[in-house]
């Protein structure tokens, strides 16, 4: 399953590709990419843990920069 996501908020280019790293080490994600200029993330994984996914992705996005909110694109 893929998702896709805004990061509204999203000022750091450092920040878009902790955030990246992060989601990837995250179990049952097959891919994740944050792009910073479109201010998009993309997240594959499987389907039966993608809601464990989201919130945990939630998590490390106000833990790197707390302003950013993840709106279902």
Known sequence: MKKKFRLEGLECANCAAKM?????KLDGVKEATVNFMT?????EA????MPEII???????????????????
């Open 20 to 24: 990246e790293a992060a989601i990837n």
């Open 39 to 43: 201010t998009k993330l993309v997240i």
């Open 46 to 49: 499987e389907d039966e843990k």
């Open 55 to 73: 919130k945990a992705a939630e998590k490390i996005i106000r833990d790197l920069e707390p302003d950013t909110v993840m709106k279902k694109a």
